[in-house]
């Protein structure tokens, strides 16, 4: 993904999580997400902080999974069982989806 101030010249996060979710769930960290980073990409992510550009990037792939899914990204239209679903998604690219209080993303153990 490259950043250009606010404006993302190429995010590739909608080509990503349709590799991930057009598939059946995987293992926990099965696939192995990496950020590479130009230098406009690492200017933002110095200005904003990397954990947020990590939960941007994680945020914006698991909205376009919801998508694929169920035809919208509005979680609050999820049902228990379709946010158990994603949240299984999200530990195959290895991660902890938590949605209590918020939505944010933690590094699976």
Do not use: W
């Not at 010249?9 to 080509?15: C, F, L, R, S, W």
């Not at 169920?70 to 994603?86: K, Q, V, W």
């Not at 690219?93 to 209080?101: I, N, P």
């Amino acid at each position: 993904m490259n950043y250009n101030g606010d404006q993302a010249q190429e995010d590739n996060t909608p080509d990503i999580a349709k590799y991930i979710y057009a598939h059946t769930i995987q293992c926990p960290k099965f696939y192995d997400l990496g950020l590479l980073c130009d230098q406009e990409t690492h200017e933002t992510a110095s200005s904003v902080g990397v954990d947020n550009l990590v939960q941007e990037v994680l945020l914006k792939i698991t909205m376009h999974g919801m998508k694929i899914l169920y035809g919208h990204n509005d979680i609050a239209l999820l049902s228990i069982e379709n946010i158990d679903t994603i949240k299984s998604y999200v530990r195959s690219y290895g991660f902890e989806l938590v949605t209590e209080s918020g939505i944010y993303f933690t590094v699976l153990k």
